[in-house]
């Protein structure tokens, strides 16, 4: 059974500054997703890692993929408000069937 | 604009009534999934379609049926529901086995009392 590791599960962070939230997963998979959530809304894809040592940016926030350690990571970088929501990584074994993390509920204060 | 429509957005409903959650999308995907959302329990899929007329279980399938009749449609239907069937449904679907990401409607929140 594949399992999907977010940690942490909350963070709490100042404007102005950087953070990686991890995503660990224990089974082979070159599909990793990271997603945010703000309340009470839909899934808002933000990036689609579809191979070893894959890396995108957007914005403040930049995704990576290491298929060998099954690790991807989302840093953050001066962090501000508007980033506040829930993060979500889904791993794809089979072209069919998202499994997600548990979600990192994430705070930026002033 | 492209995107996977869900209706209603809100439902509550008595246990034991039969209901009906809509999809739609407008992108021609193939693949078609439901997922629910629970506090603590995260997102987990219901029933997934890789095609019109081709269907299968996912995680939580329990109580769920599915129908693919249409490319673009993709109904969940609740036979007889639940209050432990309460929750936050969203569909989803993709192009190509998620090689292009997974797009996901607005959500349903549904309370069976």
């Known amino acids: 059974e594949l399992k999907v590791e977010q940690n942490p599960l909350f963070l709490s962070m100042q404007e102005g500054k950087n953070y990686t939230i991890y995503c660990n997963y224990s089974t082979t998979s070159d599909r990793l997703y990271w997603y945010r959530q703000d309340p009470g809304k839909s899934l808002e894809s933000l990036f689609v890692?579809?191979?070893?040592?894959a890396v995108k940016q957007e914005g403040r926030l930049m995704a990576s993929l290491d298929t060998k350690a099954r690790l991807s990571t989302l840093h953050i970088t001066a962090a501000v408000h508007d980033l506040s929501a829930t993060y979500f990584c889904a791993v794809d074994m089979s072209g069919y069937a998202l499994n997600f993390g548990k979600g990192t509920s994430l705070l930026v204060t002033p | 604009e492209a995107q996977v429509t869900q209706n209603p957005r809100y439902l509550i409903t008595v246990t034991g009534k039969k209901l009906t959650v809509t999809c739609s999308q407008n992108m021609n995907h193939e693949y078609m999934s439901w997922y629910r959302q629970d506090p603590g329990l995260g997102l987990r899929q219901i029933y997934y379609?890789?095609?019109?007329?081709?269907?299968d279980k996912g995680d939580v399938p329990e109580g769920y049926k599915v129908s693919r009749k249409e490319k673009r449609n993709f109904p969940l239907i609740l036979e007889s529901p639940s209050p432990n069937q309460t929750s936050l449904y969203f569909c989803?679907?993709?192009?190509?086995?998620?090689?292009?990401?997974?797009?996901f409607g607005s959500g349903t929140r549904l309370t069976v009392v």
């Open positions: 890692l579809l191979s070893n040592g």
């Open positions: 989803a679907s993709s192009l190509g086995g998620g090689l292009y990401g997974y797009t």
């Open positions: 379609s890789m095609n019109v007329e081709v269907t």
